[in-house]
């Protein structure tokens, strides 16, 4: 195998092309007494879906997180949040990685409920709607272990307190090269350890010991925009156990997390989701996605992973880019991840007026292979045809495109 691509300092990607599969919400459930439980509605807006207008220096938008309890037809309760942003950057606007965060929260009687969420664009005045959620309280009173909570402690600082960030995607873990956490509140604070069987994607099972703990009541806090893990002295105490160090060798996909004990706890499964939250659109297709490597790679290859059966080429895709993970220790693999960023981003970007995608295009090409340029300078020829200058520093080379016909369409003259 031949593949290469340069890398380019980058500081950011296309984030145009980073979707949210849906805008779901994490729920947190505890039990206050025999009778009721504690509810926290944890949403995550991206900026990209809200209105930002020009104000002085800044870029400002609001939104209003309304979200509703009904038990059977009827409404039980609602309560509502209005989020104010203001930024400095115009392109931090259109990111779909930066978020609004926050939690609301309900008490409850155990019973079986259905909550709902709409968030209004406060400039636009258009709504979206959060995927609802059942919830059965009653197997929250008297249960001995309540749903895992997927942490990091990578940022965790929060008023001067080392309280784990709540990672805030539906319940989901992000497939991502961070490493991730899991709290697991157990009822019965005397238990020493706890067993940890972990299944992805129906492969082998991986198992591990958790004696890590420690006892408190707890619940979120909202601190500085984002979301942690507090202490809350009005919900049951439970010892919550942490397991570590799993996180790096999921795939994308289904995962069931196993809990048991020698110390008469019944076995409980907890199906999670592993997500690849920014996933690049490219490589939502596997086909396409090999296709794609016609760019770096020879021919023979392209047309011999191609000739597999279809229901192959996912499985021939990762093992193919394996082969060039810089991080092989992990599943996730950057190198991959960049190179279908930037197909995303030339076709769309360098089409042109043409509306013919970008991918077959001089400056596409040399994106696909190269990435960001270090600087592009933007000049005329002699004729008045628009000129640009693409400087790279790794390797170092210089890349010169024309745009003879005035369309967008710029044509390779000299690198």
Not at 44 to 55: G, H, M, N, Q, T
Not at 137 to 159: M, Q, R, T, W
Not at 256 to 273: A, K, M, Q, W, Y
Request: proline fraction near 5%.
């Amino acid at each position: 195998m031949s593949a290469a691509i340069y890398g380019q300092p980058r500081e950011k990607h296309p984030e145009g092309f980073r979707t949210f599969r849906q805008l779901k919400p994490t729920i947190q459930v505890v039990p206050i007494s025999d009778s009721i439980i504690s509810v926290s509605y944890l949403y995550r807006i991206p900026y990209s879906l809200l209105v930002f207008e020009k104000d002085g220096n800044k870029f400002k938008s609001s939104a209003r997180i309304m979200v509703e309890v009904r038990k059977g037809d009827e409404m039980i309760k609602r309560d509502f949040a209005d989020k104010k942003i203001s930024v400095a950057d115009f392109d931090i606007t259109q990111s779909k990685a930066a978020s609004i965060e926050g939690v609301i929260y309900f008490d409850l009687e155990a019973n079986d409920y259905k909550i709902s969420g709409i968030v209004s664009d406060l400039q636009s005045e258009k709504e979206f709607v959060l995927s609802p959620v059942d919830i059965k309280g009653l197997e929250y009173v008297g249960a001995k272990i309540f749903n895992p909570i997927i942490i990091s402690f990578a940022e965790s600082d929060c008023s001067d307190k080392n309280l784990p960030l709540v990672i805030n995607y539906g319940g989901s873990i992000p497939f991502s090269p961070q490493e991730y956490q899991i709290i697991i509140p157990i009822a019965d604070t005397t238990i020493e350890s706890i067993n940890i069987e972990l299944v992805n994607n129906d492969e082998q099972p991986t198992s591990q010991t958790v004696t890590e703990s420690y006892i408190t009541g707890i619940s979120t806090i909202e601190c500085n925009g984002k979301l942690y893990i507090g202490r809350d002295d009005k919900v049951q105490k439970t010892k919550n156990f942490v397991l570590r160090n799993f996180s790096h060798t999921l795939n994308e996909g289904k995962m069931v997390l196993t809990i048991s004990s020698g110390d008469n706890l019944e076995e409980h499964d907890f199906p999670i989701r592993v997500e690849w939250i920014n996933k690049p659109r490219s490589l939502r297709n596997p086909e396409f996605a090999i296709e794609m490597l016609q760019y770096i790679e020879k021919e023979e290859i392209v047309s011999e992973l191609l000739d597999s059966d279809s229901e192959e080429y996912q499985k021939l895709l990762h093992e193919y880019w394996k082969e060039f993970d810089p991080t092989p220790k992990t599943e996730y693999n950057e190198l991959m991840e960049e190179f279908y960023f930037r197909i995303d981003y030339a076709a769309s970007e360098f089409r042109g007026l043409s509306k013919r995608t970008g991918l077959s295009t001089d400056r596409g090409k040399i994106y696909i292979r190269f990435g960001d340029p270090y600087n592009i300078e933007r000049s005329s020829t002699e004729l008045g045809y628009i000129m640009e200058t693409w400087n790279y520093n790794n390797p170092k080379q210089t890349f010169i495109f024309i745009d003879k016909q005035g369309t967008g369409n710029f044509v390779l003259v000299n690198g």
